[in-house]
């Protein structure tokens, strides 16, 4: 019999219309298995891994004949969704077959009429199945970070309700393995498959080894400042900690600084502002290990000598989610070595360098985090860095918003960026960031600038209401601009000088104070346009 995995059905415009919210809850649910488990619970979401000329329903059919659990993402487009429906009506009948009824976990995410009126429910069979199991309820947490307690909560006792499912299955394996008499026909074996996740109908699956016996509870250490938990101090917890640990810090000032030799998660266990993590001299956290969590704290870096980080990230995938960071000593963050973190829903502020520092080739994705009132730049990148940044405001910074420069790239994508005393966006020296759909606005310098043989694909951005020039190329800089709104800012549009280049296509240059473009006599041949609205 094949080892338990599980299915997750959703639809793909749900999973847009929430930004993303959609893939970060199945992430999470994928780590919240794994803490309670201890083995690797994959969750996987790609349709281009279907090989071309293979039938997606027949990648489909393979994938549900493989899993044990269906988590169908429940919402009205879920409801309506031919394909959706398909792989549902199909697992019931898989479940049937096997005389379980434990395999089908609803996670309830979006208000839908005909599974609350059993009037209406009574005529659809898969509403009525629905309403029927014991159901995840989000409809309410929907609307709080997935860091917030009772969504941590609510993660939780999912993990547990599929960890016991899993404990109930191993029985049934057992007998159905003992009930072949020998010399009868077996079922074919497949390959062990992690949990997959589907959008639509599309659906991937990936080879895994067989799972060891799960354990139903991770391991919880509980820090408390006054004494009343199993550590008064966050290094007693680490020291003793074992991979996989869960910490609990319950609020409280530590004076401590910590350095994360091994995977854990930490947790703040109160408001965010009352768990606080300070340090002096030295880094307040230094992540060493593979990976780790640190969710809903509050860390400061108090200066002191030696000037420091207040996390430095040196290697591995440290998820940071729903902090408050910010550092007298140098950047809030310095991630570097080919470190690729996580961070989201943070706030990274006053930082004493840059808010975010990424160097010597580290990486990281940043989403929806708050990154302002930095004395340099919000987000320097350099040095073979290539981050991704989306969603993210990064405001009144009193440098530039990003900066990539020495050979740096770097995804940034629907970010607001506004507000900083020099220019939203500066490249140079080799920089070849990769800038699309963010909204640059009111800078107090120009809206980007490109210099010193800076490069940068920028498309669809909106650059708008900027104090001086929409975008300003010189010395070599040699960006390309497609489908830009360059409009309302307090000088040209384009400004290119000094050597500058660049091709410019089909970008509205339109409203500016002076004008769509100023190209000084040395850079006129060395410029491509084409399409642009002036």
């Known amino acids: 019999m094949n080892e338990p995995v599980g ?53 489909i059919d393979d994938s549900l004949d493989a899993v044990t659990f269906l988590i169908p993402i429940v919402t009205p487009t879920f409801l309506k969704s031919p394909a959706c429906r398909e792989e549902f009506e199909r697992f019931i009948h898989r479940e049937k077959e096997l005389g379980r009824s434990d395999l089908i976990l609803p996670v309830y995410y979006v208000n839908c009429p005909i599974v609350n009126d059993e009037a209406k429910w009574q005529a659809d069979p898969v509403a009525k199945i629905i309403a029927s199991r014991q159901y995840a309820d989000w409809r309410e947490l ?104 869960r910490i609990l810090v319950r609020p409280g000032l530590y004076k401590e600084a910590v350095v994360i030799d091994k995977p854990v998660e930490i ?34 870096q108090a200066g002191g000598g030696g000037k420091s980080y207040c996390i430095d990230i040196a290697q591995g995938r440290l998820d940071i989610e729903g902090c408050d960071i910010s550092s007298q000593g140098l950047s809030c963050i310095g991630i570097h070595g080919g470190a690729d973190p996580r961070l989201r829903r943070n706030r990274i502020h006053d930082g004493q360098s840059s808010g975010v520092y990424v160097y010597d080739n580290g990486l990281g994705t940043f989403e929806d985090n708050e990154i302002f009132g930095n004395a340099f730049s919000g987000v320097e990148v350099k040095g073979g860095g290539n981050p991704t940044l989306r969603r993210n405001r990064i405001h009144d910074g009193k440098s530039a918003g990003v900066l990539v420069y020495d050979n740096a790239q770097g995804t940034i994508e629907d970010n607001e960026i506004s507000d900083n005393a020099f220019s939203g966006v500066q490249i140079r020296a ?33 650059i708008t209401s900027n104090a001086l020039t929409g975008v300003e190329v010189k010395t070599g800089g040699n960006p390309t601009l497609r489908r830009n ?11 290119i000088h000094d050597g500058g280049l660049g091709t410019f296509e089909a970008n509205d240059l339109r409203g500016n104070a002076a004008g769509a473009w100023d190209v000084s006599p040395d850079c006129m041949e060395k410029i491509t346009r084409a399409g642009n609205i002036e």
Not at 431 to 453: A, F, Q, S, W
Request: with cysteine.
């Open 430 to 462: 080799g920089g070849n960031p990769t800038l699309r759909r963010n909204r640059i606005h009111d800078e107090k310098g120009g809206g980007v600038m490109v210099y010193e043989d800076g490069l940068g694909l920028l498309e669809d951005n909106e």
């Open 142 to 245: 929907r609307f709080e970070p997935l860091t917030a307690p009772e969504a941590g909560k609510m993660m939780a006792r999912m993990a547990v309700q599929i960890v016991e499912a899993l404990d109930r299955q191993k029985p049934a394996a057992k007998q159905a393995s003992d009930s072949h008499p020998v010399g009868s026909r077996k079922r074919r074996r497949r390959p062990i498959q992690t949990a997959v996740t589907s959008y639509a109908g599309a659906a991937t699956t990936v080879t895994m080894p067989r799972r060891a016996s799960s354990k139903t509870e991770p391991p919880t250490r509980v820090v408390d400042a006054l004494h009343r938990g199993d550590y008064s101090t966050l290094n007693d917890a680490l020291r003793e900690a074992k991979p996989g640990d």
């Open 7 to 59: 299915f997750m059905s959703y639809v793909r415009f749900d999973d847009e219309h929430e930004n993303g919210r959609l893939t970060e809850f199945c992430k999470r649910l994928s780590g919240e298995v794994r803490v309670q488990t201890g083995e690797k619970f994959h969750i996987f979401q790609d349709r281009n891994d279907i090989a071309w000329g293979q039938q997606w329903k027949e990648r």
């Open 485 to 495: 709104r360059i409009n309302k800012n307090g000088f040209e549009a384009i400004y």
């Open 267 to 300: 947790i703040g266990d109160g408001e965010l502002g009352e768990v606080v993590l300070e340090a002096t001299g030295a880094p307040t956290v230094s992540f060493r290990a593979s990976m780790g969590r640190i969710a809903n704290l509050t860390i400061r």
